[in-house]
């Protein structure tokens, strides 16, 4: 009996899985790059190290094969990270908490590996208000870092769904 039941689950996987393959599903964050973005150069402005990682990763998990620079056959994505000034909303003296919107910006443009412009420079923006506590500046610092990081990582992945439309 056990033999049976072992069989009859593999189907049922077997069954699902073929099924959601065959609809387009796909795990969430996970695409593909149209073949001729697949062997890109990256040109990065305003980026430090750390953000240069995670957007070649998303990149590289996108489908991309990033080169260097001297790489005659490759793509040319140009992008700058801008931080837009922040802006207080509301403070209340009360409670010392205030809320503020934080935003950064993405220019990018795209040019083939002659130098015509595929993409001419596009600006994506992404914004989040935040509540910050004037009486927790620790708290309120992690809190401001964390928001920026999520914004930066909001950014790359809306940079790849542009990339996707090309």
Excluded at 110 to 120: D, F, I, K, Q, T
Excluded at 123 to 133: A, E, G
Aim: proline fraction near 2%.
């Amino acid at each position: 009996m056990p033999v049976k039941v072992t069989a009859f689950r593999f189907l049922v996987v077997f069954v699902l899985t073929i099924g959601l393959a065959a609809c387009g599903f796909r795990l969430a964050g996970t695409s593909n790059l149209p073949q001729n973005l697949s062997s890109m150069v990256l040109l990065a402005s305003n980026l430090d190290r750390q953000q240069q990682d995670v957007l070649r990763r998303q990149l590289t998990r996108a489908g991309a094969e990033l080169k260097n620079q001297d790489d005659l056959e490759a793509v040319r994505l140009k992008i700058s990270l801008q931080a837009v000034a922040d802006r207080r909303l509301v403070s209340s003296a009360s409670d010392g908490k205030s809320v503020e919107r934080l935003t950064r910006s993405l220019d990018f443009s795209l040019s083939s590996a002659s130098g015509e412009v595929l993409v001419p420079t596009r600006t994506l923006t992404q914004q989040k208000n935040i509540v910050l506590d004037d009486d927790n500046l620790l708290a309120s610092g992690r809190e401001r870092a964390s928001v920026l990081e999520d914004l930066e990582q909001a950014l790359f992945e809306q940079l790849i769904r542009q990339l996707n439309r090309i």
